[in-house]
């Protein structure tokens, strides 16, 4: 008996933990509301009081409040302290629908519908293979190097970190258990590639917030921020995935006899075809990005180029193409919805203006730090930030700090790099996030606490990485 009431106690343990997390939550809320309703008929703008929608976001994310909802109630707190009627909030979700910050939350959407399409096909697959066979699975490095490109490759053609994981796992696993590499070695392999691929994706969703909100080319950022983030990240992972296979971390870190069989499913017979189709096409539109340098709109018109094209010579019908975009893209229709209430939000707080008032009280001391100064600092809020919704971040550090940074008169380049910073340098530490858990379990580990050892050492790369562009950009 007292053993199944220590079961029952343990059962229910989670139960009340979501219980006081939810009444957390629901105060947080109502706490931030009331206040808002009451600064509102006792300020005008501009006022600071327009940060506490901003803080009130940041902490409910914190807290592990839904996104979308986070938007939601923190909109309403901007709406109550201006002091909006109804038809004033409804004027600022209307001119939400054509901000960047929406159109962003469309990329995201869309990369969904074309990562879909690639899988569908079985194009995303067919260059996991073609990577691996070019560069050999025959000998240790070259097999790591292949593996660790290839997660990369499926970043930048999926547009998401999940995705390509889940993708090359079943791929790889087999040739790693052959060549007799760890578990902990190959999710690493998996987790520096996919990282490294994603500071150089031109369609993915945080990559393209920061170019927006920076307004720097994407030649530009490749050559000042995220190329040489990844080149050094790729340098030193490599270093660190031959020291892990080197040291296991016991004896059930290595894989068995039965992961060498290949069960990963048959590729599509017009594979090659969609693959090849689709890196023309990927290859074409980024040329077409650099030379005409169009707005942030034609992201989502170049992914659905690709998804067209990659679809049509992969054989799918018209209705399977449309079909597989609607799955793909509604998978992550909540980031839209989230772009949009964050749109509506920026538009609110920019008719609030606590920028004014905080640059009148705290300008002279922002600039007595000097630019370099500030920007390290902006970078190390950033990093200590949310995690998990890049995109996001970038937007939210852009409108608060933007402002003190034209005044400051820092360059474009080296504003690119704090967004940068902001958004993916949680990545690598100091807490597991999701993006480091996913490659793990992928690869059947359990050695989550390894993986992040050795991404505190990728950390402080990126961070030295990060403070010397800024002394060369700033």
């Not at 070259?142 to 999940?162: D, E, F, K, N, P």
Request: with cysteine.
């Amino acid at each position: 008996m007292s053993l199944d009431r220590t079961l029952d106690a343990g059962d229910t343990a989670p139960a009340r933990a979501n219980t006081v997390r939810r009444r957390i939550q629901g105060g947080l809320v109502a706490l931030g509301l009331i206040a808002s309703a009451v600064l509102g008929p006792l300020t005008e703008p501009p006022t600071l009081w327009g940060l506490l929608p901003l803080g009130l976001f940041v902490v409910l994310l914190l807290i592990d409040l839904d996104i979308v909802i986070a938007a939601v109630v923190t909109s309403a707190s901007a709406l109550l302290v201006l002091g909006s009627n109804p038809a004033e909030a409804a004027g600022f979700l209307g001119d939400a629908l054509g901000s960047d910050v929406l159109a962003i939350g469309m990329i995201i959407v869309l990369g969904g519908g074309l990562g879909e399409v690639l899988l569908r096909t079985g194009a995303a697959a067919d260059l996991v293979r073609m990577i691996m066979r070019k560069l050999g699975d025959d000998s240790p490095a070259r097999a790591q190097l292949g593996i660790m490109l290839a997660s990369a490759v499926l970043v930048v053609a999926l547009g998401t970190l999940i995705g390509a994981f889940a993708l090359a796992a079943p791929l790889v696993i087999p040739i790693a258990a052959r060549l007799g590499f760890t578990k902990s070695g190959t999710a690493l392999m998996l987790f520096v590639g996919g990282t490294c691929g994603m500071f150089v994706a031109p369609f993915v969703g945080s990559m393209v917030a920061i170019r927006t909100a920076s307004g720097i080319s994407y030649p530009d950022f490749v050559l000042t921020a995220g190329g040489p983030l990844a080149v050094a990240c790729f340098a030193a992972g490599f270093a660190l995935v031959r020291w892990n296979l080197r040291h296991p971390v016991d004896a059930d870190d290595y894989y068995g006899e039965e992961d060498e069989a290949d069960s990963s499913a048959e590729i599509p017979a017009h594979a090659r075809a969609s693959t090849v189709a689709f890196l023309v096409a990927f290859v074409a539109i980024v040329a077409y990005a650099v030379i005409a340098g169009p707005g942030t709109a034609f992201a989502a018109l170049a992914l659905l180029v690709m998804a067209a094209v990659a679809g049509f010579a992969g054989r799918l019908k018209a209705t399977e193409l449309l079909t597989a975009l609607y799955e793909g893209c509604g998978r992550l229709f909540n980031f839209l919805l989230m772009f949009w209430l964050l749109g509506a939000l920026f538009l609110i707080i920019e008719e609030i203006n606590p920028y004014e008032v905080l640059m009148a009280q705290w300008g002279g001391n922002l600039q007595a730090l000097g630019t370099f100064a500030f920007l390290i600092i902006v970078g190390l809020i950033g990093w200590l930030g949310i995690q998990g919704a890049s995109a996001a971040q970038v937007v939210l550090v852009d409108k608060i700090f933007g402002p003190t940074a034209a005044a400051l008169g820092v360059p474009v380049p080296a504003w690119s790099v704090v967004l940068l910073a902001s958004a993916q340098a949680d990545t690598y530490g100091p807490a597991p996030g999701v993006n480091m858990i996913a490659p793990v379990g992928m690869a059947r580990s359990t050695a989550l606490k390894r993986v992040l050892y050795s991404s505190w050492i990728l950390l402080f790369v990126s961070l030295a990485v990060y403070a010397v562009e800024l002394a060369i950009l700033h």
